[in-house]
Every structure is written in C-alpha cells, then in structure tokens.
C-alpha cells in the first residue's frame, strides 16, 4: 500500500497517552511502526492563546501586540509569559522529571525568547513615522501560530524516542531557515531525506512559505499543510484523528443511541460540512486530496479499531438519504433593503466588497427583489464596522442583523421524494420557526435558517425524523454511476 499521511488534532494531541496507545504504538513493532507519516497540531488551547480565541475573539498574544498603544505596550508581553507559563506545565506533564524535560523546556523557551526579542524590536522600530507595524502583522501572526506546532511536534518526537520508536522531528516553520520557498518546495526539501520506511516523521502543522500561509487559509492551515504533505509523497492514505467519529449528527444534541457513524461519504458532502465550520477537513485541503486521488479517512482516536468514514471523490450514496445534520450557531443574518434596488447592477458586488474588507466570512446568502441578506460568521467588532461601511456607502438603504442559527441536512445524494416537506413538517412539528430556507438544484443540502435558541430542537428534530425513520425516506437503489 506505500505509506500513509496522517494528521493528529489538538484536542487528540492533548491526550497524549491514548495518541501513543491506540494509534503511533498500540501493538506496532518492529517494521510496523514505520510507513507513516504524522502531521501534528497545537496542544488544545494553544493557539487560541498565541492568537485570539477561534470562537470569542478574546484576544491572545498576536491581537494583543496587533492593538497595542503607547499605555498598553505591556499587555502582550504579559500574554506572553502566560503563554510560557502554560507550555511549560504540559512540559511537566508529559515529561515529570524525566531526562527529556529540560530537552522539551530548552527548546520551547529558545523559541518564546526569540519571538519576545523579535516582537520588542518591531514595537520600538515601528515607534518611529517611517516604519508601519500594518506591513508586518502577518509575519507576526504566522511567526506566534508556528510556536504551537513546533512545541506539540517536538514534545512527542521526544516522547517517541524514549519508547524506542526512531522518531525524527520534522520542522517545516523555518525558524532559523531564510530561505523563501513555497509550501510545495518546503516540504519536498524537508522529506529529501526522509526513509519512511525506517522513521516515524513527525511533522509541524504550520509550514512557512514565502508567500505566507495564514492569510489564504486562515486557521486551517495545518490540514493543508496535511494534505500537501500526503500530494508531494505520494501517500496511499490520508488519515484524520479526531476524538470523535464522523457521525450523523452530534451526539450530545441528539443522543449517543441515536447517531450513527457516516461510513463513506464524498468530498462535496466534505465541503458543506466545512462551510458550516464542522470541518472533516479544509475545502482547499480536500481539493488536493481530490486532484490526487488520495482517499481521506476520519477516525476516532479512541476507538482505533474501527475503520472510520472514508471520503473520496466519487462516492454516491446507493441509496439516496440524509447522511449528517449539521449546523452552527452564533451566525449573523445582515440584511440590506433598498427599495431603489430593482433593476439597479452593484450593490452585490458592493457589499461583498465590504464583507472582503474586513474579512468577513460568508455562510450563505440570499436575495430578493429588494433585499439582500448575508448569513455571516463574524465576530461583534466585525459587523459593527461592516455595516457602518455599508451605512456609507448605502445611505439609503435599511441596515439591520439578527443572530440566527443555521441548520442542514446533508449528503451525498438528497433525491428523496418529499425531503423538504418531510424537514420542514418535522421543525414545525418541534415547534420550530423556520426564518428562511435555502435548497440548490445540486441536491446535496437543504439549509434552514431557524432563531439561536432553536439550534438544537431544530437538530433534534431532522435527525430523528430524515435520519432515524431513514427507512421510510428511501427510494430504490440505483447505480453510483
């Protein structure tokens, strides 16, 4: 089969123990340890500390040092040592007193140095007219979001040694490398010398690349670097560990009894899950994948004998059905009226410019004669300085927003006679207001946009109803082809 590519996510990676147990060692000896290559990502939390929490916006080291003034030159570095505080003690966690533990502290300790004295120096230059903090935040941002992944990486490279497993540390930051490659040479350099078949590579998350690699993939990086990992050395497999299955719906909502693991699905059942921020993997890392043909697997951590759900390209469902309900809360219904818009070109290309701006993420988007409305996964200081933007450049227009959930069913082959009724009779049923639905020709989604508070009887209810009663929703099967 040739080797496999294989990423180990943050919260799977903060347990360690089961990590070495049921996947990089479990009863592997000898040759059987090898033919693998593992992409590693921050310990749980970490990143959020280096940059700004994923979901709250509260701001780490990055946004504290992006937004400080004069009288606030202090509060990142204040972050800063915390952030220390805070790797040192998984560091006491993982190692004790071990000989390994100074190794882990030194290594860690020499990179936060680096990165204070790197920051300072920036603050005090860009204190001058002539030098614009702006033009640099970037480097910064990758520089601090590298740190994690470096620390993770070389943690359980140590941790492997010390097993007996020929590990070798893998570094794709380019910390002290000054060289400007592009993601695809840093990796083929960094594998050049690289036997797969008589070491276990364990790899950085983050990769530097001359082009930076955060500003087109945002805090998805590490499954592209993943992925091109899996491309560039021709991998049979690409693997995901996570510490859950890819199942039909989250089973806190709906109940551990009552979901079901996936199985098999597609890229394109992928994609729709990622745009709703439930990520098997990046849509920009999945099309690589895609191109390759390398199936993807996603498989429970702590359940390593289970094969998983595979992804491919070309999977169809025999039967067509619902495979996922998935959805997220916290979205951001903008909605722009304008009764001057009919017949009049410019206010989509307007808005979206807007939205791009300020890098806001769009969920999804629909339209009327006069109104249009942007779902909007943004935080609070995002849309506040979108919509005075828009109440500018449209002062005309009525401006207003609404915090919404949204909520789908999803895969690979939606074909079932009565399928909308069938959701929107269920959410009624449920006492379910449903704000505004979307469904596309290509009958892979149907989107309902429902009030926050509904998130989760609005899951509840189309899970049980298109994904338990499944039987009766079926039509006969047909050819995949």
Known sequence: MGHTVEKIGGTSISNTDAVLANILIADRKGDDLYN?????????GITNHLLEHKKTGEPGVYALFASASALEASAWLDSLAKLQAEMLRINADRFGDG????????FILARIEDARSALTDLQRLCAHGHFRLDTQLGVVREMLASMGEAHSAHNLTLELKARGVNARFVDLTAWEDKRALSLDERIADAFAGVDVTSELPIVTGFAQRKDGLMKEFGRG?????????????GASEAIIHKEFHLSSADPKLVGENAVRKIGRTNYDVADQLANLGMEAIHPRAARGLR??????????????????TSICGDFVSE???????AGMKGVTAL??????MVGVKGYDAGILEVLTRHKVRIVSKASNANTITHHLDANPKQVKRVIAELEERFPNAAISTQKVAIVAAIGSDLNVPGLTSRATVALGEAGVEVLGMQQLSRRVDIQFTVAEDDY???VTALHRRLVEEEASLARPMRSAA
Request: overall charge negative; cysteine-free.
């Open 36 to 44: 693998r290559i593992f992409v590693v990502s921050a310990y749980a």
């Open 99 to 106: 000989p390994d533990r100074r190794t882990a502290d030194e």
């Open 221 to 233: 990086y590490s499954e592209v670097v993943f992925s091109r990992i899996g491309v560039i050395t």
């Open 291 to 308: 191109h390759a043909n390398i199936p993807l697997i996603v498989k429970n951590t702590f359940e390593p004998e289970d094969r998983g």
């Open 319 to 325: 039967t067509p059905r619902v495979e996922i309900i």
């Open 335 to 340: 909605e722009l009226l304008e009764q001057d």
């Open 456 to 458: 989760a009887a609005a």
